[in-house]
Each structure stands twice: as structure tokens, then as C-alpha cells.
């Protein structure tokens, strides 16, 4: 077991982030192999495919949290959402013009944040929460959680975050929270 204070994080750009894909990919799979995600193989790798073209966006944030001697131990990237996104388009229940107006500037959205079992209850989601928000001028950050998974939800909940509706994010998807960060006070 390693302490928080020997876990480094290290914010990311996307080819940065592109050279650490084993590491990204290790995490991801072993964190969502678990119940009640149980990702396969498959869609492990339909996330990797994805995360070949997220890297490429010149506005791709990432963290990759280590141990000291190196092992891989969270991840989290994003990147600010263009004006074409659909991500509000999936919500069960529109919500106002206003929460959902996307300029490729407005909203950073989270799409993973993930911690290896061992290293979580530590602070090293928020440290690499933190991190990949360092150079953002988002005026807020979204992100959608399963209503199911206590421990995210009550994270994103002391960090701020608030419900502004439901969502099956992708097809086939369970329901799942969006969730809204405001960064500048702007109740947006």
C-alpha cells in the first residue's frame, strides 16, 4: 500500500497522454472491470479507440496519477465541449437553452476519472481532478456518474457538483447522472 504523499500526479496534454496509453488503458480496465460497470474487453477497448482521437484535440487534459516507483494508479482527462455536442441531446428531460449553450469554451467535459481499488479513499481522485482542470478556462466542468456508485457520487457532491438531470450517455448506456461543476460562480 502506498501513502498519498508517494502518489505523483502528473497533468497531460493529449500526446503526452497518448505516449502513457498503457498506463490510461491499465487503470481504465482494471477499475471497470469491476461491478457495476463490468466492462469487457470490447467495449475497453471501443473506449481506447475513442481516446486515440480525444488525444488529438489541442485542448485534451489529462492526469496520471503513479506511485513512487511508477505503477499506473488513476486517470482522468477531457477537454472542453465543442458547440456540435450531443452530450446534452441525451438527457431524458431537456433542460433550458441557457444550461445547455456550448461555445467550444463554456464547459470542460470529464469523460473518465477512474482510481485503481487499492489507492482509493486517499485524495487521489480529487488531486488528479484537480490537475486536469490546471489550465482551464472552462466556466464549468460536466460529467455524467451512475446514480449507483455511492462513493463517486458522494465525491462529486463534497467537490461541488450538482445533478441537472438524466442521461443514457451512449446507446445501450443505464441511466446516469449529469452532473455540473460551476468553476466561475456562474450558476450556469
Known amino acids: 500500500m502506498t501513502t498519498p504523499e508517494t ?11 497518448a505516449r502513457a496509453e498503457d498506463a ?7 477499475a471497470f472491470a469491476e461491478p457495476p460497470y463490468d466492462k469487457t474487453s470490447d467495449s475497453i477497448d471501443a473506449n481506447f479507440r475513442r481516446f486515440r482521437s480525444q488525444v488529438r484535440k489541442k485542448t485534451f487534459s489529462a492526469a496520471l496519477a503513479r506511485t513512487g516507483d ?21 438527457l431524458t428531460t431537456p433542460v433550458s437553452d441557457e444550461l445547455r449553450r456550448e461555445d467550444g469554451h463554456r464547459t470542460f467535459g470529464l469523460m473518465e476519472l477512474a482510481v485503481r481499488a487499492p489507492w482509493r479513499r486517499l485524495g487521489v481522485a480529487r488531486r488528479m ?14 460529467l455524467n456518474a451512475r446514480p449507483d456508485v455511492e462513493a463517486a457520487q458522494a465525491a462529486y457532491r463534497s467537490w461541488g ?3 441537472v438531470g438524466e442521461a443514457h450517455p451512449w446507446e ?17
Open 172 to 188: 445501450g448506456a443505464v441511466l446516469h447522472d449529469v452532473m455540473v461543476l460551476d468553476l466561475r460562480g456562474s450558476g450556469g
Open 129 to 142: 481532478h484537480e490537475a486536469v482542470l490546471t489550465d482551464t478556462t472552462a466556466e464549468r466542468v460536466l
Open 24 to 30: 490510461f488503458t491499465l487503470v481504465y480496465a482494471e
Open 70 to 90: 511508477g505503477e499506473p494508479v488513476g486517470i482522468a482527462y477531457g477537454y472542453p465541449l465543442s458547440p456540435s455536442t450531443g452530450w446534452w441531446d441525451r
Open 7 to 17: 502518489i505523483t500526479i502528473e497533468h497531460m496534454d493529449g500526446a503526452a497522454a
Open 161 to 163: 457538483y450538482r445533478k
